[in-house]
């Protein structure tokens, strides 16, 4: 499998992104995927998740300004990010894990947020 993410920038506080991921070279439908961010000098964390049925979770923190989203006929799970803040300045990945429980990461894309 294949993932690749887009659509990162720099946008001012109070601003918004919208991040895609493509997926490709498994079945995607049918997978849980999951968005994680990590910010400068900090450890990567889960921000948003997806089920293959479209049940979605998110953490704390980011509830209420993020919103998760999937398109199974083009094989693409979206990220909305809004009313963004400082703090919310990190490289976003997402990824997915196997039944094997193998994780496939895409190289992400830098969110940054400027005061």
């Known amino acids: 499998g294949r993932l690749v993410e887009s659509g990162g920038g720099l946008v001012q506080a109070g601003g918004s992104l919208r991040l895609s991921c493509a997926a490709s070279?498994?079945?995607?439908?049918?997978?849980?995927m999951g968005w994680f961010r990590q910010p400068p000098g900090k450890q990567r964390e889960l921000v948003a998740s997806?089920?293959?049925?479209?049940?979605?979770n998110y953490t704390d923190s980011v509830k209420g300004r993020l919103t998760i989203s999937r398109n199974n006929a083009s094989n693409t799970v979206n990220l909305q990010t809004d009313n963004q803040k400082v703090e919310d300045t990190a490289r976003y990945f997402c990824?997915?894990?196997?039944?094997?429980?193998?994780?496939?990461w895409g190289r992400g894309t830098q969110g940054t947020v400027s005061s």
């Open positions: 990824s997915f894990r196997r039944s094997d429980n193998s994780d496939t």
């Open positions: 070279g498994f079945n995607f439908s049918t997978y849980t």
């Open positions: 997806i089920s293959s049925s479209g049940s979605t």
